[in-house]
């Protein structure tokens, strides 16, 4: 039976428990604000499966902004164009993506830098240059050590701003509406009396997509404190990584 005593995610061989992840979005949060980030405005990431993707979505919730995960496969323009789309007041992005992020940056826009992790490097064939930060870049640990945390708020229910995949056009911004504390409760409970997610209680199961997907079930199954996520990039889970 795994351990279930507390919540955590794992990639690679790190794992980052709840507590500390909370924190952490809550050190970001902070630093969004500080940043000028505030209710209604939108947080960029274009990020693999990172628990960076985590801590800047909860980091938005907090804020009352939405995080706004953009297809890091995409190309320059196609990346610009989000960006430029919504208006994004900070950009959050793996440092081996910023050969087609950096010119997609709209002007004034702070980039903060995510050091591309050995397990991701290793999965996408990353040389081992690309997964550092360049010279006067704001690197995430970094700054997040440099801001307090900010105190927690009223419960919201998680929102978030998907774009289409604009097979027909450009694509085009989803937002997801936050219905507030008792739509948070709704959902817990429905996660508890419905799917099982009960304290004490392990399940195990395999997402197959991206970690936009399971930050709603982290999301949902955070509230008992026992959510446990492993999740992988494409080469471990070909070696069978859930096995």
């Keep these: 039976m795994i351990d279930v005593a507390e919540g955590r995610v794992i990639s690679g061989d790190r794992e980052v428990s709840r507590e500390v992840l909370f924190d952490r979005a809550a050190r970001a949060a902070s630093g969004f604000a500080a940043l000028g980030v505030g209710s209604g405005d939108a947080i960029a990431v274009v990020l693999r499966n990172d628990v960076p993707f ?18 890091w496969h995409g190309k320059t323009p196609e990346i610009a164009y989000v960006l430029h789309d919504y208006g994004a007041k900070a950009v959050v992005a793996h440092s081996d993506l910023l050969p087609q992020v950096v010119p997609a940056m709209p002007e004034g826009v702070p980039l903060l830098v995510v050091l591309t992790p050995p397990e991701i490097a290793a999965a996408y064939g990353v040389p081992k240059e690309r997964c550092q930060a360049p010279a006067g870049a704001l690197v995430w640990n970094e700054w997040l050590a440099g801001h307090a945390p ?16 604009g097979t027909t056009g450009h694509p085009k911004g989803v937002k997801r509406l936050n219905l507030g504390p008792d ?3 709704t959902v817990a ?14 399940i195990r199961t395999v997402i197959t997509g991206p970690v ?16 446990r996520l492993s999740f992988s990039n494409r080469a471990s889970m070909r070696r ?4």
């Design 54 to 71: 985590f801590e800047a979505s909860y980091a938005a919730q907090r804020l009352g902004a939405y995080c706004v995960p953009v297809n």
């Design 150 to 165: 900010m105190p927690e708020g009223a419960a919201a229910a998680f929102s978030s701003m998907i774009y289409t995949s």
């Design 240 to 243: 069978g990584c859930c096995d």
């Design 189 to 202: 409970r429905v996660s508890r009396e419905v799917l099982g997610f009960v304290p004490g209680r392990p």
């Design 212 to 227: 936009v997907t399971r930050c709603q079930i982290f999301t949902v199954c955070a509230p008992c404190g026992k959510a």
């Design 183 to 185: 739509f948070a409760e």
